[in-house]
């Protein structure tokens, strides 16, 4: 996974940032980037499909994965709940022609841009304050408050990583933070 012209774009956030939706804007403006699939032990949340949003996998498949080293990354980002990029993902992206943006946690993030260096753009999507963000997790009305609290507890600690990252874009306005998003990954591709 050296070669040049091989390129990720990571897109990382606390929980509720923005980042997906960020990612399904660039999606649409840029069709030579493809969206890179996450592996996750976690279940489905309404609506998601398995291979569309993740692949939902079981614990025990997940962590044979990792003994197998088939992961880029992975973390066990709450008790048993393992988040990865399959190796096998990006590989079948550039076989495509396509760039894949990963939409990923802080942890896994750094991982990525340790490995791939220059070859990766790293995007850390800052939310404006805790206060908006605890309002946009609860507007999803997908977390129970003790998960809700939990993210907020992880997402102080993110932001404080937010400073190893290529760039930081704060998401006040979503339509203004995917413009910028998108001048600085024109800018990348070139």
């Known amino acids: ?64 994965l990792i003994y197998q080293n088939e992961f880029l990354e992975h973390e066990m980002v709450y008790k048993n709940v393992y988040y990865g990029t399959l190796k096998s993902e990006l590989t079948r992206i550039w076989a495509l022609g396509k760039t894949p943006i990963l939409d990923i946690d802080v942890k896994g993030a750094i991982h990525v841009q340790k490995q791939l260096g220059a070859n990766c753009l790293s995007i850390f999507i800052q939310p404006p304050s805790i206060a908006v963000l605890k309002e946009r997790l609860e507007h999803r009305k997908t977390e129970t408050p003790e998960s809700i609290q939990m993210r907020l507890d992880k997402a102080e600690y993110e932001i404080s990583f937010s400073q190893d990252f290529n760039v930081i874009i704060k998401n006040e306005v979503l339509e203004l933070a995917c413009v910028e998003t998108e001048k600085v990954i024109i800018e990348f591709l070139k």
Do not use: C, W
């Open 1 to 64: 996974m050296s070669d040049p012209s091989q390129k990720v774009i990571i897109l990382t956030a606390p929980s509720g940032a923005g980042k997906t939706s960020i990612a399904q804007f660039l999606l649409k403006r840029f069709p030579n980037l493809s969206f890179s699939v996450s592996a996750t032990t976690r279940a489905p949340r309404g609506g998601e499909t398995d291979g569309v949003e993740y692949h939902f996998i079981s614990l025990a498949k997940f962590e044979g």
